[in-house]
C-alpha cells in the first residue's frame, strides 16, 4: 500500500546519493547545451510513448513498485498526473530561472507539494507539448550566464539558473521513468 503525503522526501540512501553523487556529476560534466538537449530527448521519449495510449489509459491510477527518486506517495499516480506535474514544476522551475539570470530573488518559497498535480484530468499531454514548446522557446532566448544568486530546492542544495536547468534534464528523466513504471503496470492490470 502506498503511504505518506506529498513532500515527506525520498529513502535517506536515495536522498544521500542524488545530493552527494549526482547533483555534484552533473554540476562537473554538464553544459547549458548538454542539459537542454538531454530535457529535449526525455520529453520526446514521453511524448511518444502516451501517444500510444489511449486518454482512458492515461487516466487510469495504478500503484507502481518503488522508483528511484520517486518519493512515496506518488507512486498511485495515472500518467495524467505526472504529466500534469511536470508541468506545474516545470513552469515554476522557468520562473526560478528568469529571476536568477536577472540576479533577482525569487520570493515565493517552493514546495514539492505545491507542484504536486491538482487533479487526475484529461488533456494533460497537450498541455505537457505546450511547455515543452514553451521551454524551448525560453531556453533559446535565455542568457547563457551563471548566476550568482540561487534558489534553494525543497530536498537539496541552493540551485544557481544553471543547476536549474540541469534539474529539467534530471527530474524529467526521473518522471520518465515513472511514467515507464506506469505503463508497466497498466499492462499488467490488462
Given at each position: 500500500?502506498?503511504?505518506?503525503?506529498?513532500?515527506?522526501?525520498?529513502?535517506?540512501?536515495?536522498?544521500?546519493?542524488?545530493?552527494?553523487?549526482?547533483?555534484?556529476?552533473?554540476?562537473?560534466?554538464?553544459?547549458?547545451?548538454?542539459?537542454?538537449?538531454?530535457?529535449?530527448?526525455?520529453?520526446?521519449?514521453?511524448?511518444?510513448?502516451?501517444e500510444a495510449?489511449?486518454?482512458?489509459?492515461?487516466?487510469?491510477?495504478?500503484?507502481?513498485?518503488?522508483?528511484?527518486?520517486?518519493?512515496?506517495?506518488?507512486?498511485?499516480?495515472?500518467?495524467?498526473?505526472?504529466?500534469e506535474h511536470?508541468?506545474?514544476?516545470?513552469?515554476?522551475?522557468?520562473?526560478?530561472?528568469?529571476?536568477?539570470?536577472?540576479?533577482?530573488?525569487?520570493?515565493?518559497?517552493?514546495?514539492?507539494?505545491?507542484?504536486?498535480?491538482?487533479?487526475?484530468?484529461?488533456?494533460?499531454?497537450?498541455?505537457?507539448?505546450?511547455?515543452?514548446?514553451?521551454?524551448?522557446?525560453?531556453?533559446?532566448?535565455?542568457?547563457?550566464?551563471?548566476?550568482?544568486?540561487?534558489?534553494?530546492?525543497?530536498?537539496?542544495?541552493?540551485?544557481?539558473?544553471?543547476?536549474?536547468?540541469?534539474?529539467?534534464?534530471?527530474?524529467?528523466?526521473?518522471?520518465?521513468?515513472?511514467?515507464?513504471?506506469?505503463?508497466?503496470?497498466?499492462?499488467?492490470?490488462?
Amino acid at each position: 500500500m502506498v503511504q505518506g503525503k506529498p513532500g515527506d522526501g525520498l529513502p535517506r540512501g536515495e536522498f544521500l546519493l542524488i545530493r552527494l553523487l549526482l547533483i555534484p556529476l552533473v554540476r562537473t560534466f554538464f553544459t547549458w547545451q548538454i542539459a537542454f538537449w538531454l530535457f529535449k530527448r526525455e520529453s520526446r521519449i514521453i511524448i511518444s510513448l502516451l501517444e500510444a495510449l489511449s486518454e482512458e489509459e492515461r487516466l487510469r491510477q495504478v500503484i507502481i513498485n518503488k522508483t528511484f527518486a520517486i518519493e512515496d506517495h506518488s507512486r498511485q499516480f495515472s500518467l495524467n498526473m505526472v504529466i500534469e506535474h511536470l508541468c506545474i514544476a516545470g513552469r515554476k522551475v522557468t520562473g526560478v530561472i528568469t529571476a536568477l539570470s536577472q540576479e533577482s530573488e525569487f520570493t515565493e518559497i517552493v514546495t514539492i507539494a505545491g507542484v504536486k498535480p491538482f487533479a487526475n484530468r484529461s488533456g494533460t499531454l497537450d498541455d505537457f507539448k505546450s511547455f515543452v514548446e514553451e521551454y524551448k522557446t525560453f531556453f533559446t532566448a535565455l542568457p547563457k550566464r551563471h548566476s550568482k544568486m540561487t534558489k534553494p530546492h525543497p530536498w537539496f542544495y541552493s540551485f544557481n539558473n544553471f543547476d536549474w536547468n540541469a534539474f529539467m534534464y534530471m527530474h524529467t528523466f526521473i518522471h520518465r521513468r515513472q511514467i515507464q513504471a506506469i505503463i508497466k503496470a497498466l499492462k499488467e492490470n490488462r
